[in-house]
C-alpha cells in the first residue's frame, strides 16, 4: 500500500510523511524544497528570528509521558520507548559531516500534535485521535513537518518552524531493545490492529522518522547484496518490514542528505567532495533551449554498488554533497512521485542512462570526487522514453546484444509494448554462472529466461529473488553443460513499458564446478558416467549440488572430460 503525502498551501505548510508496511522497488536521498526551491531546514543559529524550540543550537523535543505499553520502560522517561528515541536521534546526531543537534527528550501530557504551536511532540496514537490513521491504514508513524513558506522566496523560506512525530499504536506492535533483540513487554497483546506476528522495530521506524525531522524526504537508493542475497536500502526508504531491522543504522545516501542540509565545513573540506550538473531533454523546436527536467534521480555508484544520489531542481540542476572521495558512475533515472513530498510534477518521460550518454559502465566516464572540491557540469540529456534504448533492435535471439562476462553493466529500459531485451554471451562447460539484475527503477518487474545455444531451448527462468520482501530483481545461478553461446531474454512482467522500467543487467562467472562428479568422491572417472547416465533425461538429485540436466551433450562433454583426465 502506498502512502499518499498531504500537503497544506498557505504561506506556512505541512508536509505529512509517512512509513507503511509494504515494498516498492525505486531508486534517492531527497531534500524537502519549497516552492521556490529552497531547502527546508532547521535555523539552528535562529539568524532569521528567535525559535522557541531551538535552545542554542539543538532542536529540542518532547514526548508524551504515556509512551507505549508495548514497551516496558522505568515508569519516569527513561528506559523502554523513551531510550529507544534518544538513540534514533542519536544516530542523527553524531554525524562528524553534519551539524544537526537535538536536545534530550523532556516529558509532556501534551496529547495533540499541534502544527502551529511551535513545540515538537512525540506521541503514540492509540485510538486515532489524531484523525491520521484511518482503519486499515497499512502507515506505521507519521512525521508533520511546519516550515516556512514566503512568496518570491524571502529570508524565512523554507525555515523549519514545527515538527510533530506519531506513532500508530493501535494497529501496530512496536517492541525492540537497543542490541537489536526484539523485547516486548510481558502480557501485552500481540494481536492488534493488523496482527504482525513479529513486533515493528520501534528504533527502525523513529530513526527514519527523524530524518524527516530533519528535513529529508523518502529516499528510494536500493540495490542487490551478492552474499547473502539480500537488498539493502538506506532509512529513509518509504516501507519496512515486520521485523526488520535495517533502518537502525544510516547509509552513505543518509548521511549525505543530511549534510547537504547542515554541513560541518571542516570535515567535508577533509573528507568529502560534491558533484553538480544539469539534466534536460532536447525541445521538440531545434530553435528553443533544451527543456530541464525535474525531480530526476542522480544516483552514483561505486563498484557497481549506490552510495549517494540526489534529485535534480525545477531548473534541471543537481548538486550532491557529502560525497566521499573517489571514483564513480552517474546514472539518471525515475523516481516515485507518490511517495514523495514534492509539491512539483516530476519528470517521468526520459530514458535511464550513464553519464554521459551510454548504456554499459564500460562505456561511461568515471567522475573523481576529491575532498573539499565540487565536480562540476556533469550535465545529462537525455533521450524520451518511447525512444529505443542503447541496445535496440534485440529482440530476438538472432539480434542479441553482447555481453562480457565479467564484463560492465548495461542498462535496460522497455520502449514499447512487447518489447523483449536479448543478451548473447559465452559460457564455459563446468563453470558456474550468475546472471543479475539489479538496481531496479520504480516501476521496473523484469522477467529473465535463458536460453541454449540455439536461442529455443529454455535452461531456467526467473521472476524475483523475494518478491515477499520487495525484491523484484531475477536473478539466476546456472551450470553450463557445453562451451558456446547463451541467451538471456529480459521482458516485463506485466508488459509494462517506458519510464521506470530501467534496471541494470551483468554476468558473473564463479568459477569450475565439480558438475562432473556425480558421487562427489573428488575423483570424476567411469562411475560418475553410469551415475550420470542413470539418470538420463532429467536432473540430478535435488541434493546435488549443483544440479545439471543430463542429456546427449551434458554426457558428450563429459566424455571429453574424462578423456582429458
Same mark, same amino acid.
Given at each position: 500500500?502506498?502512502?499518499?503525502p498531504?500537503?497544506?498551501?498557505?504561506?506556512?505548510?505541512t508536509?505529512?510523511?509517512?512509513?507503511?508496511?509494504?515494498?516498492?522497488?525505486?531508486?534517492?536521498?531527497?531534500?524537502i524544497?519549497?516552492?521556490h526551491?529552497?531547502?527546508v531546514?532547521?535555523?539552528?543559529? *535562529?539568524?532569521?528570528?528567535?525559535?522557541?524550540?531551538?535552545?542554542?543550537?539543538?532542536?529540542e523535543?518532547?514526548?508524551?509521558?504515556?509512551?507505549?505499553?508495548?514497551?516496558?520502560?522505568?515508569?519516569?522517561?527513561?528506559?523502554?520507548?523513551f531510550?529507544?528515541?534518544?538513540?534514533?536521534?542519536?544516530?542523527?546526531?553524531k554525524?562528524?559531516?553534519?551539524?544537526?543537534? $537535538?536536545?534530550?527528550?523532556?516529558? %509532556?501530557?501534551?496529547?495533540?500534535?499541534?502544527?502551529?504551536?511551535?513545540?515538537?511532540?512525540?506521541?503514540?496514537?492509540?485510538?486515532?485521535?489524531?484523525?491520521?490513521?484511518?482503519?486499515?491504514?497499512?502507515?506505521?508513524?507519521?512525521?508533520?513537518?511546519?516550515? *516556512?513558506?514566503? *512568496?518570491y522566496?524571502?529570508?524565512?523560506?523554507?525555515?523549519?518552524?514545527?515538527?510533530?512525530?506519531?506513532?500508530?499504536?493501535?494497529?501496530?506492535?512496536?517492541?525492540?531493545?537497543?542490541?537489536?533483540?526484539?523485547?516486548?513487554k510481558?502480557?501485552?497483546?500481540?494481536?492488534?490492529?493488523? #496482527?504482525?506476528?513479529?513486533?515493528?522495530?520501534?528504533l527502525?521506524?523513529?530513526?527514519?522518522?527523524? #530524518?524527516?525531522?530533519?528535513?529529508?524526504d523518502?529516499?528510494?537508493?536500493?540495490?542487490?547484496?551478492?552474499?547473502?542475497?539480500?537488498?539493502?536500502?538506506p532509512?529513509? $526508504?518509504?516501507?519496512?518490514y515486520?521485523?526488520?531491522t535495517?533502518a537502525?543504522?544510516?547509509?552513505?545516501?543518509?548521511?549525505?542528505?543530511?549534510?547537504? /542540509?547542515?554541513?560541518?565545513?571542516?570535515f567535508?573540506?577533509?573528507?568529502?567532495?560534491?558533484?553538480?550538473?544539469?539534466?534536460?531533454?532536447?525541445?521538440?523546436?531545434?530553435?528553443?533551449?533544451?527543456?530541464?527536467? $525535474?525531480?530526476?534521480?542522480?544516483? !552514483?555508484?561505486?563498484?557497481g554498488?549506490?552510495?549517494?544520489?540526489?534529485?535534480?531542481?525545477?531548473?534541471g540542476?543537481?548538486?550532491?554533497?557529502?560525497?566521499? !572521495?573517489?571514483?564513480?558512475?552517474?546514472?539518471?533515472?525515475?523516481?516515485?512521485?507518490?511517495?514523495?513530498?514534492?509539491? +512539483?510534477?516530476?519528470?517521468?518521460?526520459? +530514458?535511464?542512462?550513464?553519464?554521459?550518454? !551510454?548504456?554499459?559502465?564500460?562505456?561511461?566516464?568515471?567522475?573523481t570526487?576529491?575532498?573539499?572540491?565540487?565536480?562540476?557540469?556533469?550535465?545529462?540529456?537525455?533521450?524520451?522514453?518511447?525512444?529505443?534504448?542503447?541496445?535496440?533492435?534485440?529482440?530476438?535471439?538472432?539480434?542479441?546484444?553482447?555481453?562480457?562476462?565479467?564484463?560492465?553493466?548495461?542498462?535496460?529500459?522497455?520502449?514499447?509494448?512487447?518489447?523483449?531485451?536479448? @543478451?548473447?554471451?559465452?559460457?564455459?562447460?563446468?563453470?558456474?554462472?550468475?546472471?543479475?539484475?539489479?538496481? /531496479?527503477?520504480?516501476?521496473?518487474?523484469?522477467?529473465?529466461?535463458?536460453?541454449?545455444?540455439?536461442?529455443?531451448?529454455?535452461?531456467?527462468?526467473?521472476?524475483?529473488?523475494?518478491?515477499? $520482501? #520487495?525484491?523484484?530483481?531475477?536473478?539466476?545461478?546456472?551450470?553450463?553443460?557445453? %562451451?558456446?553461446?547463451?541467451f538471456?531474454?529480459?521482458?516485463?512482467?506485466?508488459?509494462?513499458?517506458?519510464?521506470?522500467?530501467?534496471?541494470?543487467?551483468?554476468?558473473?562467472?564463479? #568459477?569450475?564446478?565439480?558438475?562432473?562428479?556425480?558421487?562427489?568422491?573428488?575423483?570424476?572417472?567411469?562411475?560418475?558416467?553410469?551415475?550420470?547416465?542413470?539418470?538420463?533425461?532429467?536432473?540430478?538429485?535435488?541434493?546435488?549440488?549443483?544440479? @545439471?540436466?543430463?542429456?546427449?551433450?551434458?554426457?558428450?562433454?563429459?566424455?571429453?572430460?574424462?578423456?582429458?583426465?
Amino acid at each position: 500500500m502506498k502512502a499518499a503525502p498531504m500537503i497544506l498551501g498557505g504561506r506556512v505548510a505541512t508536509v505529512l510523511f509517512a512509513i507503511t508496511i509494504c515494498c516498492q522497488q525505486s531508486l534517492a536521498y531527497t531534500p524537502i524544497l519549497t516552492i521556490h526551491d529552497n531547502l527546508v531546514r532547521w535555523d539552528l543559529e *535562529e539568524k532569521t528570528r528567535d525559535q522557541p524550540n531551538i535552545i542554542e543550537g539543538s532542536v529540542e523535543f518532547f514526548i508524551n509521558r504515556a509512551g507505549t505499553l508495548d514497551v516496558e520502560d522505568d515508569g519516569d522517561g527513561t528506559g523502554g520507548e523513551f531510550d529507544i528515541l534518544r538513540h534514533g536521534f542519536r544516530a542523527w546526531e553524531k554525524l562528524a559531516s553534519s551539524n544537526i543537534d $537535538f536536545n534530550d527528550l523532556k516529558l %509532556t501530557d501534551q496529547t495533540l500534535a499541534i502544527d502551529a504551536d511551535e513545540t515538537n511532540v512525540i506521541l503514540f496514537d492509540d485510538n486515532n485521535y489524531s484523525g491520521i490513521f484511518p482503519v486499515g491504514t497499512g502507515v506505521i508513524a507519521v512525521t508533520l513537518l511546519t516550515f *516556512e513558506e514566503e *512568496e518570491y522566496s524571502g529570508v524565512l523560506d523554507g525555515n523549519i518552524t514545527d515538527a510533530d512525530l506519531v506513532f500508530n499504536d493501535r494497529d501496530f506492535d512496536f517492541g525492540s531493545n537497543i542490541e537489536g533483540k526484539f523485547i516486548k513487554k510481558p502480557g501485552t497483546d500481540q494481536s492488534k490492529g493488523l #496482527g504482525f506476528q513479529i513486533p515493528i522495530d520501534l528504533l527502525s521506524v523513529a530513526t527514519h522518522e527523524i #530524518g524527516h525531522i530533519c528535513g529529508l524526504d523518502h529516499s528510494f537508493q536500493q540495490n542487490v547484496v551478492e552474499e547473502p542475497i539480500s537488498i539493502r536500502y538506506p532509512t529513509l $526508504f518509504p516501507y519496512l518490514y515486520s521485523g526488520d531491522t535495517q533502518a537502525r543504522s544510516l547509509e552513505q545516501d543518509d548521511i549525505a542528505g543530511v549534510t547537504e /542540509l547542515y554541513p560541518h565545513d571542516e570535515f567535508n573540506d577533509k573528507y568529502n567532495g560534491s558533484i553538480s550538473g544539469r539534466v534536460t531533454m532536447p525541445n521538440p523546436d531545434p530553435d528553443e533551449a533544451p527543456i530541464p527536467l $525535474f525531480g530526476v534521480d542522480i544516483i !552514483a555508484y561505486q563498484n557497481g554498488a549506490p552510495v549517494v544520489s540526489t534529485i535534480t531542481r525545477t531548473n534541471g540542476v543537481y548538486r550532491m554533497y557529502g560525497v566521499p !572521495a573517489g571514483e564513480y558512475i552517474l546514472r539518471a533515472q525515475v523516481i516515485s512521485p507518490a511517495n514523495t513530498g514534492l509539491i +512539483q510534477e516530476v519528470a517521468l518521460n526520459f +530514458q535511464s542512462e550513464y553519464y554521459p550518454a !551510454a548504456g554499459l559502465t564500460s562505456d561511461a566516464s568515471a567522475i573523481t570526487v576529491i575532498a573539499g572540491r565540487r565536480r562540476s557540469n556533469l550535465n545529462f540529456e537525455t533521450a524520451s522514453d518511447v525512444a529505443p534504448d542503447f541496445f535496440e533492435p534485440n529482440d530476438n535471439a538472432g539480434a542479441a546484444t553482447d555481453l562480457a562476462v565479467d564484463g560492465p553493466r548495461m542498462i535496460h529500459q522497455f520502449y514499447r509494448e512487447g518489447d523483449e531485451d536479448w @543478451v548473447r554471451f559465452e559460457a564455459q562447460a563446468g563453470h558456474a554462472y550468475r546472471l543479475t539484475t539489479d538496481n /531496479l527503477s520504480v516501476f521496473a518487474d523484469p522477467l529473465m529466461d535463458l536460453f541454449g545455444a540455439d536461442g529455443e531451448t529454455l535452461i531456467a527462468s526467473d521472476d524475483d529473488i523475494d518478491a515477499n $520482501f #520487495g525484491n523484484l530483481a531475477p536473478r539466476i545461478e546456472f551450470t553450463a553443460d557445453t %562451451t558456446g553461446p547463451h541467451f538471456v531474454r529480459l521482458a516485463d512482467v506485466d508488459d509494462f513499458f517506458g519510464f521506470g522500467t530501467s534496471f541494470e543487467f551483468y554476468i558473473q562467472d564463479l #568459477g569450475q564446478t565439480d558438475m562432473f562428479d556425480a558421487n562427489l568422491d573428488g575423483r570424476i572417472d567411469a562411475m560418475d558416467l553410469l551415475e550420470y547416465a542413470a539418470n538420463w533425461g532429467g536432473p540430478t538429485k535435488e541434493d546435488r549440488s549443483p544440479r @545439471v540436466q543430463v542429456n546427449s551433450k551434458f554426457l558428450l562433454e563429459m566424455i571429453r572430460n574424462l578423456k582429458g583426465n
